[in-house]
């Protein structure tokens, strides 16, 4: 077990336990965005963010950093505020169209950005990338290149012949950046209609249907 306190409150937790976690058994309340219960942390947001009193006020992200014995941990200090008030402006230079960065900014009290890039329904949490790989185990998806060019795509932006057309990527996604598409034939339609937009995957059908033709060709005398 270890010792800490959060917001002056002692508390006692297991060894490995979060700071996210032993504030969320605790009732003290930390905004998270690429956080989820069921993925490994990834800590790439940022507003899930606290001081470390005890460490100079050195920010940390609390999905990710264990609880250490002594911590002074402070989750809305002035220092936490304007980081997840600069997380909010970020967010909304691309996504300020968007209901959920909408929410976030309302609650961080951030009116207006002052960053400004062109639209984006994809804020990059990287939820879909981590539930395809860790929850599914396909990896059908990743995010690739870098800075404003950065995605979430397949390998080499080509249909992923690992995608099994489950739809978690679409479940998990906070924007609704990722939609299905139907692209089976319609008398195929009535038994899986998915098709993943994001890596182009056919759904089973239509595979079958490929197949079909070519075996077809195969025989065909010459
Ligand atoms: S598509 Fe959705 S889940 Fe995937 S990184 Fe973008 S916002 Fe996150
Ligand atoms: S929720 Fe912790 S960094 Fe995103």
């Given amino acids: 077990m270890v010792k800490l306190e959060i917001d002056n409150r002692e508390i006692r937790v297991e060894t490995g336990t979060t700071i996210l976690q032993a504030a969320r058994m605790n009732g003290i309340a930390i905004p998270t965005l690429c956080y989820h219960e069921a993925l490994e942390p990834y800590a790439a947001c940022r507003l899930c963010v606290v001081e470390l009193a005890s460490a100079r006020g050195k920010l940390v992200a609390a999905c990710a950093q264990p609880c250490e014995e002594g911590m002074d941990v402070l989750t809305s200090s002035p220092r936490v505020q304007n980081s997840r008030r600069i997380t ?3 967010l909304m230079a691309s996504g300020a169209h968007l209901p959920l960065v909408e929410a976030i900014a309302q609650a961080m009290g951030v009116q207006w950005a002052r960053y400004s890039l062109p639209a984006n329904d ?3 949490c990287g939820l879909c990338v981590r539930a395809c790989d860790e929850l599914v185990g396909a990896r059908a998806i990743s995010l690739v290149k870098r800075g404003l060019e950065k995605q979430v795509a397949a390998p080499f932006e080509i249909a992923s012949a690992a ?12 924007t609704g950046a990722i939609a299905l598409a ?3 034939p319609a008398p195929h339609s009535a038994h899986d209609p998915r098709t993943c937009r ?4 056919q759904s089973l059908p239509q595979k079958f249907a490929d197949v079909e033709a ?8 010459a």
Avoid: H, M, W
């Avoid at 994001?198 to 995957?201: P, T």
């Avoid at 070519?214 to 005398?221: A, R, S, Y």
């Fill in 198 to 201: 994001v890596c182009g995957e």
């Fill in 163 to 174: 995608c099994i057309g489950c739809a978690t990527c679409a479940l998990i996604c906070p």
């Fill in 182 to 184: 139907d692209i089976t």
């Fill in 88 to 90: 909010a402006e970020l």
């Fill in 122 to 124: 994809c804020i990059l």
């Fill in 214 to 221: 070519l075996l077809k060709e195969e025989v065909q005398p």
